[in-house]
Structures are given as C-alpha cells and as structure tokens.
Nanobody, 122 residues
Framework: EVQLVESGGGLVQAGGSLRLSCAASGFTFDDYAIGWFRQAPGKEREGVSSISSSDGYTYYADSVKGRFTISKDNAKNTVYLQMNSLKPEDTAVYYC???????????????WGQGTQVTVSS
C-alpha cells in the first residue's frame, strides 16, 4: 500500500540538469518529512536534501547547496529535486524517503523508494 516512486533520473553531461520526482501514496503525505538520498557504488548512502512536513524548512548537503532545489506539492503528494550544474560526483542512485513528523535521515526514515539512477558524464 505504501509507495514512494522516484522518476526523472537519466544520463546527462556535466553542467546539465535533471528534475527528480518522488510520488507518494498509501500514507498521509502532509505528516511526513521527505528527503532525497543518494548512494554511489562503494559508498554509504548520504543525505542530499530534505523538506519538512510542516513549515517547509529545507536542508541541503554542502556539496549540493546552490545547485539543487527541493520542493513539494502536497496536492499531488509529490516531492521534486531540481538538480542543476550537475557534476560527475553527483552520479549515484537517488532515493526518496519519508519520516513521520521528524527530520528525515537514513536512520529515521519510515519508507523508502526504489531509487532512480543519475549518471553525470564528464
């Protein structure tokens, strides 16, 4: 019943842009903080960006500040991650996750999507 489905990944050249979408269903979207995480081969999963369930507070990892923008549409139960000025080091599988009324980090997430591949070539 609970689903988080990522889409929008693909292959782009360095400097290009992608917009990822995370469509949620099966839970009360407005009660959950939603975050984007990524995992590159041989690396641990890391937080990229998140948006709170209440006031729209946003978080960005230092590595993506100024390049990525997170947003959400509560009416559509969807969170977006606009990624600009992509770098090869952004290459990873990107996952969205949801945490109930708490900051969403790897250890607090209640639900995870299947992930979408982002590959940035140089």
């Amino acid at each position: 019943e609970v689903q988080l489905v990522e889409s929008g990944g693909g292959l782009v050249q360095a400097g290009g842009s992608l917009r990822l979408s995370c469509a949620a269903s099966g839970f009360t979207f407005d009660d959950y903080a939603i975050g984007w995480f990524r995992q590159a081969p041989g690396k641990e999963r890391e937080g990229v960006s998140s948006i709170s369930s209440s006031d729209g507070y946003t978080y960005y990892a230092d590595s993506v500040k100024g390049r990525f923008t997170i947003s959400k549409d509560n009416a559509k139960n969807t969170v977006y991650l606009q990624m600009n000025s992509l770098k090869p080091e952004d290459t990873a599988v990107y996952y969205c996750a949801a945490a109930f009324q708490t900051p969403v980090v790897v250890t607090s997430a209640d639900y995870w999507g299947q992930g979408t591949q982002v590959t940035v070539s140089s």
